[in-house]
């Protein structure tokens, strides 16, 4: 054992490297943003820290509101997703593992898990852009019911986008976030072995739905808190997705930042700034909050888990197959609507359909297309590669090690995902300008890996230690060295989740638009930076074109990863 | 009583084992023998509700004159013990009997029939632990309690002996069956050790 | 006290990193001087500039604007040599910031933006902060072509004089879009528009003022409605200054609310998704910057087919759009070309077709050959498009004081 162990030695260094390449460059871009909220900004004529900024931020009119709208929409927009992901995971598991119990819709259920998955992999400024179309005063739902029934000429007068409680971008948030949070869970429960709890809730007479909420629920829980904090971190900080659905009288405070930044004042840079920092505290006290409530409400329902009420499960099938459903099809209708539009030459009110079909806005952007498609791609595999190769390299070390990253810095790993990017990005770009790197691809994937890595991390971490640790003793002990061992045993065995944790990856990458625009300097366009600087022109025919590009990506990267461990181990029952 | 009436599980198209016809009486223990893969643990996963969807059954399955075929698990007052303990780790132990109670049982009572549940399987005063820190003897009885405890009409066993070492064994299979015959529940027992057959005292079957 | 010391020395250290870069920074200027500030021939700069590299910083949200400089891009590469890459931008601040950022981060060659779509505040901000190359203007051959006597917003760029830091590229003027088929009667004046909205409540907005287009409608209606409009051409001078003469503007934005789109409550979050609710039939008057977008976005099929326009007949605030190339462009001979180019007849010509752009000429037309001012009388107008002698007088912009000075006001009645 001392031999191997110091075989393995150098893989302590991938560990210190990881760390590095994530924590190098947001502890540079937090500098980057404090001096600047603080007053120091010289080239703007700012020489002197202080907290004058602030205090001018907390003077401006729209700041209170924003405020509030913010928290608001990210925490209700967490909760929700949470609710609808983990009422779904219930019914799936279920379904799947109880083929007599009498539940409504089984079938239903099925289909739709085959629809939610994909939807992990839309953008979510193309879900976003969809959904505005589908549900504005003029937007299609309203479209049908004037061409049929109604036949207003003019759009009734709604407020049902845009609206001042930011309800519709709540609404675009679930729709993105409920997918997400459900595959986490789906590939929490086989660690907890929730197939077998259930069974024992049944056979002690609960129905399957209490069972899981009981029983596999608090089980399951603390393995996606991290999840729900990246989810919980994203919603309060999303701008495209604010831009495109919440209000603007006052809008976010991301889409405020962006608004300072954008604003030819140099001087109100420095509300950028402070306003980042805001940002940072908001998301930071908006975690810490959740964490407080997470405890409440465990201590609040400890009693309800124990009191042996039974009851039926029907009516509670019933809403969340009613709600799954909901979700589902307001997500495909959106998707469609892009698709249509982008096949479209004009469209006006109250057209159900569009009045011209036309091939024009795939033909006009297939060349520019071919070259962002080559860029999206090369980053994007590069990156994860990257991130496979030191998410792994640490994985095995904390093995051979047994160098378990203690809880701290495991979570420094998730930082990235958890400050919001406004926050640090302007800082990083300052300081790959210093050190001639910015507009180069190293610092291109470099800036993509911040936030690839914690997510593969996330989805290869458990299934790698939940290994039962056997395999690669056996293999030890039959004479194979870690290495063989790790390519002979361990990658094979753990196909699936590497791939999955690949795709999920890749689709991070493709959707990545600020770094990409902060670290790229202009250099390298990729679909989803040609598809936002489209969503600033509003033509629906274009966004259809790259959203539609965009979402289908990372779709087919995500189908590939299912299908190939499938394939290849279409003989192996314990595999498939 | 518990009765199967020609039972047969089917996976691709190939019948398990030939259909099944068997009585268990109430306090007796019926034993069911055979190699691994047999299906010995898809008949009891069958009896509970909790088969996988690829398998086609057909017979009849009644529990004290009461057809449960259709009926989903919670609803089939069927209790089993697996070889895992599986006790639940986010809930004490006291807790993990009280999931089980009904909720018919309110407030003090439920507190003190879970004190003397845990009296007669020499527990007491444990309610408070994580179940993570029993043995594996006192872990398995913990989970008898709790099958025992929601008041079940049948008791299937499915090898909960095989992990416990050969003392242990003994004592825990005594006081497994002797709380199936106090509670007057029809045991249905799966196993490959003769030892256990022996010790049930009851029809062999063999699939 | 620890945390204050500690940021004290960093403090430090970029200050003493920052000089050292000055340093550097006097002695590459001194290096390069011979090299730049009297290499001034035409000839020398088309013989520098070949082979290098430009990249545009231009909005990229419209196609027939992507295309059009496509097309530049393909014209240059013939002409001098050059490859131009267009970096498309949701928002040109999104330039500004990045040469911001290569400044403080002591990036003075070689930077990543060479050429800049820029006019007003943008403009006046980046060249208050030294973040632009220049003067340069006068060495472009096409430059003399501009009309400056007829265009003076050619050389004073929102009351900044341009001095030679950015090479006009064209001619834009507000003017109203609407939709002939539900509009019949035009209003001709803010007070007119005023009665319009109140008649056909809920169907006319204006863009939230983050955006350009909203702004430049509070400042349209402050010149007719002001008592001295020539108060808007300096600086505000207090406070009360302000309030006084912006009075009337508020009075009629307290009046025109209620009947705006959802009451004025919320507004169009910018001008394109502005002009996507007038094909959606959600307004049916917006407003526009270019008098012949409108018939190409009826071409392209982004406006219904019945859209037209209008102005006010007091006349309509013009300005013009520039490129500029920032200080530390590392092609900036090339971008020079680039940006004598797009002044060239030929480029002109075709961006003001409305069936390619439509934006309208910088050049003065008698200054061109006979058979190019043919040419350009040969341009179709567009079905939208007003003639040019209906376009009505052309408003100067405010100073950009009062643009800030409204814009922070109105968010302060109705941004929150």
Known sequence: MGATLRSVNYLS?????????????????????FFPAFGYFPEIGGNQLNIDVFRELLKQPALPHSVRLTIFSGITATLISLCFALALAAMFSQVEYSSQSKLKFNRLFLMMRRGLIPLIAVPHAAMALGLVFLIAPSGWLIRWVSFSLMGWDTPPELISV????????????????????????????????????????????????????????????????????????????????????????????????????????LSMRFFASAGAI???????????????????????????????KRGSDNEAATAVFVSGFFLITTAFLSLLALAFWSLSLRWPYPHVLPQTWTFRNWERHWNSLQETAMTTLEVGILTVVLALILVVACLENEQWRRARFSIRSEWLLYLPLLIPQATFLLGVQILAVRFELDGTFLLLVWSHLLFVLPYVFLTLADPWRKLDRRYPIIAQCLGASPLQILFRVKLPLLLKPLLVAAAIGFAVS????????FAG???????????????????????????????????????????????????????? | MLKLENISLIINSKALFTALNIEVHAGQVTTVMGPSGSGKSSLLAHLCGTLAPVFQTSGKISLHDRVINNLPP???????????????????????????????????????????????????????????????????????????????????LDEPFSKLDLELRGRFRELVFSHAEKNNLPVLLVTHDPADAKAAGGPIITL | MKLSSVLHTSFKKYNLAKLSQILILQLIILYLIPFSAFATSWQEIKKQGKGQTVYWNAWGGSEEINAYINWVGSRVKEEYGVTLKHVKLASTADAVSRVLAEKAAGRTNNGSVDLIWINGENFAKMKENGLLFGPFTKQLPNFKLVDFAGKPTTLLDFHIAVDGYEAPWGMAKFNFVYNSARVTATPDSIPQLLKWAKSNSGRFSYPHVSDFLGSTFLMQALMELADNPQDLGEAVKSDAHFSKVSAPLWSFLEQLHPYLWRKGKSFPASSSVQKQMLNDSELD?????????????????????????????????????????????GSSQAAMLVADFLMSPEAQMKKQNPKIWGDSTVLSVAKLSAADQQKFKNLPLGVATLQPEKLGPTLPNPHPDWKNRLDAEWERRYGQ
Do not use: C
């Not at chain 1, 959707?511 to 990409?516: G, R, S």
């Not at chain 1, 289908?552 to 190939?564: C, D, I, K, Q």
């Not at chain 2, 089939?76 to 070889?83: A, E, P, Y």
């Open chain 1, 521 to 576: 300097g202009g250099r390298f366009s990729t679909l989803t930076t040609e598809a936002v600087s489209y969503a600033a022109g509003a033509d629906r025919r274009v966004i259809g074109v790259y959203g539609f590009l965009q979402a289908l990506f990372p779709w087919l990267a995500l189908l590939l990863a299912l299908s190939v461990p499938r394939w290849l181990y279409r003989n192996r029952a314990d595999l498939s």
């Open chain 1, 13 to 33: 260094v991938f560990q210190r490297l990881t760390q590095l390449l994530l924590l190098l460059p947001i502890a540079a871009g937090l500098l980057g943003a």
């Open chain 1, 162 to 265: 845009q609206d001042p409680l930011g309800l519709s971008l709540i609404f675009g948030l679930v729709l993105k976030e409920t997918p997400y949070l459900l595959l986490m869970i789906l590939a929490a429960l086989p660690q907890i072995r929730a197939a077998e709890y259930l069974r024992i809730g049944q056979s002690l007479g609960y129905g399957a739905f209490r069972s899981w909420l009981k029983l596999i629920l608090p089980q399951v829980y603390p393995l996606i808190r991290l999840p729900v904090f990246a989810v919980l971190a994203f919603s309060l900080s999303v701008v495209d997705v604010s831009l495109i659905l919440g209000p603007t009288t006052p809008p976010t405070l991301s889409v405020l930042i962006l608004r300072w930044l954008d604003n030819p004042d």
């Open chain 2, 74 to 156: 919670e609803a089939r007052k069927i209790g089993i013990l697996f070889q895992d303990d599986l006790l639940f780790p986010h809930l004490s132990v006291g807790e993990n009997l009280a999931f089980a109670l009904p909720a018919i049982i309110k407030h003090r009572e439920r507190k003190n029939i879970i004190e003397q549940a845990l009296q007669e399987i020499e527990l007491s005063g444990m309610s408070e632990r994580d179940p993570a820190g029993l043995s594996g003897g006192q872990r398995a009885r913990v989970a008898l309690m709790r099958t025992l405890l929601a008041e079940p009409q049948a008791l299937l």
């Open chain 1, 510 to 517: 493709v959707a990545q638009y600020l770094p990409t625009i």
């Open chain 1, 278 to 308: 805001l940002l940072l505290g908001i998301t930071l006290g908006s975690l810490l909050f959740w964490r407080i409530a997470e405890w409440f409400v465990l201590n609040k329902f400890r009693k309800w888990l124990t009191n042996g």
């Open chain 3, 285 to 329: 008057i917006a407003l526009s910057f270019n008098p012949s977008a409108t018939s190409a976005a009826i071409a392209n099929g982004t406006l219904p087919e019945s859209a037209r326009t209008f102005v006010l007949k007091k006349g309509t605030i013009g300005n013009t759009h520039f490129v500029a190339i920032p200080f530390n462009s």
